[in-house]
């Protein structure tokens, strides 16, 4: 069983960043892959990027130069540094984990989620 939390959402004004934090519960943190999902409102979740086992990662093509994912197996800690935020990044982001070194871009593929933590970008 594997507890994710997240931190570091909140409103932000177009062009902002933020550094989403999400820390796992995980006893074997490091061989899990480790993914950040949003949803908007009244939309699916989407896929955002996802850093494997390795280090090695993949992201949506809309946020490929503005997002940068990174763990930190020491702490237990997956990153999700977002930059030239847009408003319609605005959504509920989630982060999720998998045990093993695929980097899916689906959701149903991730077993463990969090909470999620709430980005707003305003224009």
């Known amino acids: 069983q594997v507890q994710l939390v997240e931190s570091g959402g909140g409103l932000v004004q177009a062009g902002g960043s933020l550094r989403l934090s999400c820390i796992a519960s995980?006893?074997?943190?490091?061989?899990?892959?480790m993914g950040w999902f949003h949803q908007a409102p009244g939309k699916e979740r989407e896929f955002v990027a996802a850093?494997?086992?390795?280090?090695?990662?993949y992201y949506r093509d809309s946020v490929k130069g503005r997002a940068t994912i990174s763990r930190d197996n020491a702490k237990n800690t997956v990153y999700l540094q977002m930059n030239s935020l847009k408003p319609e990044d605005t959504a509920v982001y989630y982060c999720a984990a998998r045990s093993d070194s695929y980097l899916s871009s689906l959701a149903n593929q991730y077993r463990y989620w969090g909470q999620g933590t709430q980005v707003t970008v305003s224009s």
């Open positions: 850093i494997g086992r390795s280090g090695s990662t």
């Open positions: 995980a006893r074997t943190f490091t061989s899990y892959t």
